[in-house]
């Protein structure tokens, strides 16, 4: 089960700000990869909060991007955080 929450709050302020600054549609390249991975518990931990857009194989060409919730949690106004909806 995956942690929005839990994941933004445990990346590198760098990581964060990068993702913040290429915005929600961005390519995630190795790098950010492994960012959102440590971010998650270590390596491959991340695989729940990402996904693969357009072919499989080969391996070495698939293309990641942020699952579309994750993204919205990321890119969402700071002045809702914390706020709670009507069914909280």
């Known amino acids: 089960m995956t942690d929005i929450r839990g994941l933004i709050s445990s990346l590198q302020p760098e990581d964060h700000a990068l993702l913040q600054e290429r915005g929600p549609d961005q390519r ?19 695989r729940g909060y990402y996904i693969v857009r357009g072919s499989l194989e080969p391996l070495e060409r698939r293309n990641y991007y942020l699952r579309e919730d994750v993204a919205d949690a990321i890119f969402a106004p700071s002045t809702l955080e914390g706020a709670t909806g009507a069914d909280a």
């Open 28 to 46: 995630l390249d190795r790098d950010m990869l492994d960012a959102i991975d440590r971010a998650a518990g270590g390596p491959g931990e991340g």
